[in-house]
């Protein structure tokens, strides 16, 4: 049962007429209850003493005092300190009433969060600024689509973690703001927020001056209700006809629960989808006096003249109303997972994550289109241009474009599933992909020609990732690599923060081309024309990969699932090295290693075969 939280500030009727049911979700741990607890504090909503006694049970459980502690009613979800049940809490402004629903971010609680959410009219969505989009932000967003729920504000929380800088906040609106574009989805607002101080909730964050948009609580007051169920056409689903026969009763009583509308004595109805035709004769309740009408919420019954045969099942509908949409084929676009043959059928494949991923799965084109399919490839705006050239592709679109017909579509990364992909039959046969010639000589016009090895180097991902702390290295700690003597330093990073840019500026025998790179298809004539590619976890490493370009990868202790544990080859990509942290966040080992083995690997000048792999 869901825990009802009373607040003050007069009484409150979570049935009111002038009401916006909101609904807060978001991934475990991102702040959903504490952005909910200090909203109510500092709207003065609190029933009186609340506050104070949350505080003094923290003191007496050694606990630090959490805003979420207000929100987070049932004793395990303090002591685990997350939340289980779905907790619900009223208060009104000026404007209306409020029914919130903080709903539970764990995975494992998932199906509690579609409970609270299903008849909210508005979502706030909150995202850790420091963690960045999780799995959970995904799965609720994609749910929240799924109810129908349009009207959107996503909080990015804990600004006060990342030093309230504007970066952080804007990398979070790029790598949600994609994902959300391909659900069809658009944010009303963006707000940086750090709840637990209270910025930017009720009162503006002095230390975000940058930012000039609404605050959480002037974003909610800016949501629009939906319209009550009782203006809108009269809908209710036959759930049983009782016929009685006791003392000369001869009626037959249609029962239902009204879901939406209004029904009175008289009115003409229509059954769905038999399309049969009565006029109601009663409005039947139980043990209560007659009725003239029913509306939307009341379970009720109805006898019709002339009496009709209806099924359960069939639904009930006023003539002179809108009628429902009535038909016996359904138009869907099939998940494909492997069993069904893809001869003479176009198969749609999508994202659902990053640009790595994209690129990892984009060597399936080529098997669907050998069992005879028409494959159609979604993309990242920033991938189009080099997934064109990839063998298997038909057709190219991006996120946000229009979709072409298709009869079947499976997202990328179940593509491996679909083909029935072990470890000893993954297809690694590469370059799948290539770069445009013209781009090649463009670039490579651009670049030192002093004889010596041009080593590319990435250094950190997109700072919206989820791990991006722990698999991006400091610019600065990759200095003992420039020591390495026969290398052309050529640096790919397109996005560089304040103190790698120092370090850029000090160094000017780094050719740095990131900046001015505009897509993949850049990226790609640029290491054509390199020997080598030295990369963090990253799109880039992808890219390299795939080309059949030599790269070394650097990865963290607790890597990527892709990358296994244990060996220094990667069995998706046959020119990749990989170096691995030997203890979490010891990256002076890895850049020692690196820099142990790069003068053998340019004497060499690495190339790879034109084409290798197997599969």
């Not at 409150?12 to 952005?35: M, Q």
């Not at 009433?97 to 009219?121: C, Q, S, W």
């Not at 994609?142 to 906040?169: H, P, W």
């Not at 992909?433 to 030192?448: H, T, V, Y």
Request: hydrophobic share 45%; aromatic share 6%; proline share 7%.
């Amino acid at each position: 049962m869901p825990s009802l939280l009373g607040v003050t500030g007069g009484a409150i009727s979570p049935f009111g007429p002038s009401r916006l049911h909101l609904v807060i979700a978001g991934h475990v741990d991102h702040g959903k209850s504490t952005l909910i607890g200090r909203l109510l504090a500092d709207t003065d909503s609190l029933p009186e003493g609340k506050l104070d006694r949350v505080r003094d049970l923290c003191d007496r459980t050694a606990k630090p005092f959490e805003y979420a502690f207000l929100l987070d009613a049932l004793k395990d979800e303090r002591a685990q300190g997350i939340t289980i049940d779905v907790a619900r809490v009223f208060f009104k402004t000026a404007r209306r009433h409020y029914m919130v629903t903080d709903a539970p971010g764990h995975v494992e609680f998932l199906k509690n969060m579609i409970t609270g959410a299903a008849r909210a009219e508005a979502a706030v969505l909150v995202i850790d600024a420091c963690e960045g989009v999780q799995a959970n932000s995904q799965r609720h967003a994609t749910l929240l689509s799924m109810l129908g729920i349009r009207q959107l504000a996503v909080v990015v929380n804990k600004m006060d973690l990342a030093s309230y800088r504007r970066e952080a906040f804007e990398a979070v609106v790029d790598a949600f703001g994609t994902f959300l574009a391909r659900l069809g989805v658009k944010a009303h607002e963006w707000i940086p927020v750090a709840a637990r101080q209270g910025g930017n909730v009720v009162a503006r964050a002095p230390e975000m001056p940058w930012f000039t948009g609404h605050t959480v609580l002037e974003a909610l007051e800016a949501f629009e209700p939906e319209r009550t169920t009782v203006d809108r056409p009269f809908r209710m689903p036959v759930q049983d006809v009782y016929k009685f026969t006791n003392e000369g009763d001869s009626r037959r009583i249609i029962a239902g629960t009204v879901e939406s509308g209004r029904v009175h004595i008289g009115d003409g109805l229509v059954f769905y989808p038999s399309g049969k035709r009565a006029r109601v004769a009663t409005v039947e309740a139980f043990n209560a006096p007659p009725q003239s009408d029913a509306v939307a919420g009341q379970t009720t019954g109805l006898t019709v003249a002339p009496q009709v045969y209806t099924a359960r099942g069939e639904l009930v509908t006023c003539e002179d109303e809108p009628g429902p949409h009535v038909t016996s084929r359904i138009r869907a676009s099939l998940f494909w997972l492997g069993h069904e043959p893809l001869a003479g059928k176009t198969l749609l494949i999508y994202p659902e994550q990053g640009l790595g991923d994209t690129l990892q799965c984009m060597r399936y084109a080529v098997l669907a289109a050998a069992r005879g399919a028409r494959v159609v490839a979604e993309v990242q705006p920033l991938l189009k241009s080099v997934i064109a050239g990839v063998d298997g592709i038909d057709e190219v679109v991006t996120e946000g474009e229009p979709l072409p017909p298709h009869d079947l579509r499976c997202p990328m990364l179940s593509l491996p599933l679909a083909f029935g992909t072990t470890l000893a039959t993954i297809p690694n046969r590469v370059p799948y992909i290539a770069a445009a010639p013209e781009r090649i000589a463009k670039w490579r016009a651009l670049m030192p020609s002093t004889g010596k090895a041009r080593v590319g180097l990435v250094w950190a991902g997109n700072r919206g990732h989820h791990n991006n702390r722990n698999r991006s290295i400091a610019l600065e700690r990759l200095l003992p690599l420039l020591a390495v003597p026969g290398i052309d330093w050529i640096a790919l990073q397109t996005e560089t923060a304040g103190p790698d840019r120092a370090v850029l500026d000090a160094h000017p025998d780094i050719t740095h081309l990131g900046e001015a790179l505009l897509d993949f298809g850049d990226t790609a004539a640029v290491m054509a024309a390199l020997d080598l590619v030295v990369s963090v976890d990253t799109a880039s490493a992808h890219l390299a990969g795939a080309m059949a370009k030599p790269v070394w990868i650097l990865l963290p202790f607790s890597p990527d699932w892709r990358w296994l544990l244990d060996r220094r080859d990667s069995p998706w990509y046959p020119t990749a090295r990989l170096f691995r942290q030997p203890a979490p966040g010891d990256w002076a080992s890895v850049i020692a290693e690196v820099a142990q083995e790069l003068p053998g690997a340019v004497a060499g000048r690495l190339s790879p075969s034109p084409a290798c792999g197997g599969g």
